[in-house]
Structures are given as C-alpha cells and as structure tokens.
C-alpha cells in the first residue's frame, strides 16, 4: 500500500513562490518525484529525488527555479518553486516508484500574468 497526497496548489502571480508538498504513506520506494500538466498538453517530467542517496534532476524548464526535496521525519516530498511563470501552470502529480508505479491525485497550480 502506497499513498501520494499532494497539497499546497494555489492561484499566483507571475515571479511569485509556491511550496507544493506530497504527504508519503506505505512502503518507501527508491524515488519520487513531480509532473505536470498542463491543458492541452501531455504530462510532463519536473523533478525527481533519489530517497537514500538524495540526489536530485530536474526538468530543464525548471532548472535553477524548483527545488525538490525529502523529509524523513514528516514523510514528506516537497517542490518548491519560485519565479513562477504562466507557462509553469499546470496539475501538478507527485509519483513514486522505479519509475513511476504510483501517483497522487495532483494539485492545480495557475500562474497569472
């Protein structure tokens, strides 16, 4: 049994900052991470934490403006993101898995110019 949770979705200004949280239940898999989608458009890859090692990769879109991260004691995984943009608004997904073999239920976030 795994459980993905997302929250922390909201409405935005373009360059504001917004921390999206994925509350992890179950079996602890080797990675998480985030997608998106936006209308219209396929769902695409965001960020992605390794959750022994750490490590990190990200989306080139996003790079130097997101910041994924895991806590330990909260069972948490977290993007923060700043700099928003209206093109990074989307329904955001936390996954888990090797790949992906679980996800949550997404969390909207909508960026205005």
């Known amino acids: 049994q795994v459980q993905l949770v997302e929250s922390g979705g909201g409405l935005v200004q373009a360059g504001d900052s917004l921390r999206l949280t994925c509350a992890i239940s179950?079996?602890?898999?080797?990675?998480y991470g985030w997608h998106r989608q936006a209308p219209g458009k396929e769902r695409e890859f965001v960020a992605a934490?390794?959750?022994?090692?750490?490590?990190?990769n990200y989306a080139e879109p996003v790079k130097g403006r997101f910041t994924i991260s895991r806590d330990g004691d909260k069972n948490t995984v977290s993007l923060q993101m700043s700099s928003l943009k209206p093109e990074d608004t989307a329904v955001y997904y936390c996954a888990a898995g090797p790949p992906w073999d679980y996800w949550g239920q997404g969390t909207q976030v909508t960026v205005s110019s």
């Open positions: 934490i390794n959750w022994i090692s750490e490590r990190t």
């Open positions: 179950g079996r602890t898999q080797s990675r």
